[in-house]
């Protein structure tokens, strides 16, 4: 289309060039973090975490219990060994107890301090860590280790990367050995290793967990934290503002800038932090605590223990950043303030809860009857007359020796006039062993209409405390 002029000459208009298109990704490219060492209180009870923890993983199957290992859930046979008790299938209720006390206790320690569990137990936290002493131990610390990276190849850094994946190897290779430890006898593992004569199962297991831990600990680090872990995304629901999480106190540290030690922050307009970037870089996921609660945080309180540091240079009280809560923060309170708010309604139904379960699991663990029987009516052989005008039925019963040496057993049964065991009265059981046994038990004729009749079962153990009773049914023919 054309425009006229008044000289009627004619004007093309020219049309805006349309702008170009520029593709953003939204895809961001993963920053490797080099943790900085730190020391202090919080990173101090970080290793003995560490250390706690895996004295416990590591040294529970190399313990003798008797004649066996102290500590093994033998599939194989369907057993489940720890210390002096011997768990079967049936004993599945204990497993279910179990896990509802570590759910209860996360949601506890998460009420009470947040990411407890993450910053100084979880296994990733833990082998992160460990990997992280031999880097630094091969390697050196966050600025040799960064300088290395960025230089290129050399027969020195080829060597040092070598000898750290060599250790990074050999500490996941026995990680998981010992976790394969739990399942098959340590011992006769190892000497089926030694004689190569492991079978593939357990190779494969060992491999397995051995690849998990080497990949997890030794490259994605962080990363399991920020995108793996489920309990990141939805700890904020068991947060509130009476929850204790490594917080920033920017009333008193901003605004924040370099100054001399000498220098008096208030004419400089300038609050107590110093800007030195260490809590940042002592992070193990990379992130800045000045920002406020980040979903990253995992609250290990490395952030916390340098800055303490920071301040005992420059003449500053500590606690710029510490473990504190959303309403201490606001409020100004003590700590005993806080810690009376801590303690909140909340956090003691969790308690209460908890302690209760747990003294219920022990009570029925110390009361349980150390043997299991199951009694089923033998279908192949009905109900019938017998020689003497006696009723008969025919029972199988399962008995189950839930200790670890040999039981006799003596069974009776009643509910009915005139009803006796005419079989074999007792059992012998060995250690951990189970038997099923033909029972036959008789009744007048006429002693109980037709039809089925309930009955009851008298199991008792001869050679230690003990006794079970199980229902049946006995059927009267017409």
Known sequence: MTNSTKDGKKVIPIAAAEPEE????????????????????????????????QIIFYGLPWIEWGQRQAVLFDLSVRR?????????PQDFIYLTGLMIIAALSLFLFTAVAGRLWCGYACPQTVY????????????????ARMRRDEAGMSGEKLARKAAKHFLWIAFSFWTGFTFVGYFVPMREMAGAFMGGQLAAWEFFWVFFYGFATYGNAGFMREQVCLHMCPYARFQSAMFDKDTLIVTYDAERGEPRGARSKKADPSKLNLGACVDCSLCVQVCPTGIDIRNGLQYQCIGCGACADVCDTVMDKVGYPRGLVKYSTENAMKNHWSSKQTMRHV???????YTSILTAI????FISLAMRTPFKVNVVRDRGVMARVVDAGKTENVYRLQVMNATETDQHYRFSVNGLPSLVITSDTTVKVESTKAV???????????????????????????????????????????
């Open 22 to 53: 520029e593709m953003i990704s939204l895809y961001a490219a993963h920053k490797k973090i080099y943790p900085r060492s730190v020391s202090g209180v919080f990173s101090n009870w970080r290793w003995i975490m560490v250390w706690v923890t």
């Open 358 to 361: 747990v003294l219920a699991i």
């Open 80 to 88: 489940f060994y720890i210390f002096g008790l011997v768990l079967y």
């Open 128 to 143: 992160t860590e460990i990997f992280l002493w031999f880097e630094k131990l091969v390697e050196g610390d966050r600025a």
């Open 436 to 478: 099923t046994i033909p029972v036959r038990v008789q009744a007048d004729f006429g002693a109980a209409s037709a039809g089925s009749h309930e009955i009851h079962f008298e199991i008792e153990s001869l050679d230690s405390p003990g006794k079970l009773i199980e229902k049946s049914t006995f059927i009267v023919p017409n």
């Open 343 to 349: 303690l909140r309604p909340r956090v003691l139904v």
